[in-house]
């Protein structure tokens, strides 16, 4: 990887390309692991490296969803909106347990550290297990992701304190702002991830007029968008 391709990151995201990732075959398997780095290289997706991640949609008890603007030195998709929290499982103990307990620990640590939500204003049990969702998607020519994510929700009033290291901006959005949102990304006036458009598509949409009556995780062997 050339130094032109990291000139945009701060020391924060240059020291988390160096966490280990969970590998996986299509089927969500675990088969090893790598360097974020490594996973987020195009040369290397394009060769079929895959791993395993996770997106966090966060909504208050009025029923909006609290959508962040990426910081601009993030490695992958700088600048763009999307979900409330987006990250990785790490390929440590506690993370790699199956049945999405792994990974709700990995959304638990994250939602911490990067929002800002006090310890005890959240635990795991507040943390729902809702599907997986495959996509690939090339950020620039060098960056890109290819993952297995996990679609989590967390439907509750939480104080936030965001790192603005990883968040440029954040807000709570109706359903009716989220469709503005993202018409205005249609029109090229703001980026907007493409697993977040997916997951407002494919998931939020039909969810959010029945946001309390939200059913858990049913087809365990299916993956969305496979």
Same mark, same amino acid.
């Given at each position: 990887?050339?130094?032109?391709?990291?000139?945009?990151?701060?020391?924060?995201?240059?020291?988390?390309?160096?966490?280990?990732?969970?590998?996986?075959?299509?089927?969500?398997?675990?088969?090893?692991?790598?360097?974020?780095?490594?996973?987020?290289?195009?040369?290397?997706?394009?060769?079929?490296?895959?791993?395993?991640?996770?997106?966090?949609?966060?909504?208050?008890?009025?029923?909006?969803?609290?959508?962040?603007?990426?910081?601009?030195?993030?490695?992958?998709?700088?600048?763009?909106?999307?979900?409330?929290?987006?990250?990785?499982?790490? &390929?440590?103990?506690?993370? =790699? @347990?199956?049945?999405?307990?792994?990974?709700? $620990?990995? /959304? +638990?640590?994250?939602?911490?550290?990067?929002?800002?939500?006090?310890?005890?204003?959240?635990?795991?049990?507040?943390?729902?297990?809702?599907?997986?969702?495959?996509?690939?998607?090339?950020?620039?020519?060098?960056?890109?992701?290819?993952?297995?994510?996990?679609?989590?929700?967390?439907?509750?009033?939480?104080?936030?304190?965001?790192?603005?290291?990883?968040?440029?901006? &954040?807000?709570?959005?109706? =359903? @009716?702002?989220?469709?503005?949102?993202?018409? $205005?990304? /249609? +029109?090229?006036?703001?980026?907007?991830?493409?697993?977040?458009?997916?997951?407002?598509?494919?998931?939020?949409?039909?969810?959010?007029?029945?946001?309390?009556?939200?059913?858990?995780?049913?087809?365990?062997?299916?993956?969305?968008?496979?």
């Amino acid at each position: 990887m050339s130094q032109a391709s990291k000139t945009h990151l701060d020391e924060l995201q240059i020291k988390r390309l160096e966490e280990m990732c969970i590998v996986i075959d299509k089927q969500d398997q675990i088969i090893g692991a790598e360097t974020k780095r490594n996973c987020h290289l195009m040369e290397n997706i394009e060769k079929g490296l895959l791993h395993r991640g996770f997106s966090v949609v966060l909504f208050n008890t009025k029923n909006q969803l609290l959508v962040q603007q990426r910081a601009d030195a993030k490695y992958t998709f700088p600048g763009h909106f999307t979900d409330s929290c987006s990250s990785h499982p790490l &390929y440590v103990p506690d993370e =790699l @347990e199956e049945n999405a307990l792994g990974v709700r $620990r990995a /959304a +638990l640590r994250r939602l911490q550290a990067e929002l800002g939500i006090p310890q005890e204003q959240i635990c795991i049990k507040d943390i729902i297990f809702m599907n997986r969702i495959y996509h690939k998607s090339p950020s620039d020519d060098i960056w890109g992701d290819h993952e297995n994510g996990y679609l989590l929700l967390v439907r509750k009033d939480l104080v936030l304190n965001p790192d603005a290291r990883e968040v440029r901006s &954040y807000c709570y959005m109706s =359903l @009716e702002d989220l469709q503005e949102l993202l018409d $205005r990304g /249609a +029109l090229g006036e703001v980026k907007i991830t493409p697993w977040f458009r997916t997951i407002i598509e494919g998931f939020l949409f039909p969810w959010w007029p029945s946001l309390e009556d939200v059913s858990p995780f049913i087809e365990p062997d299916k993956i969305y968008g496979l």
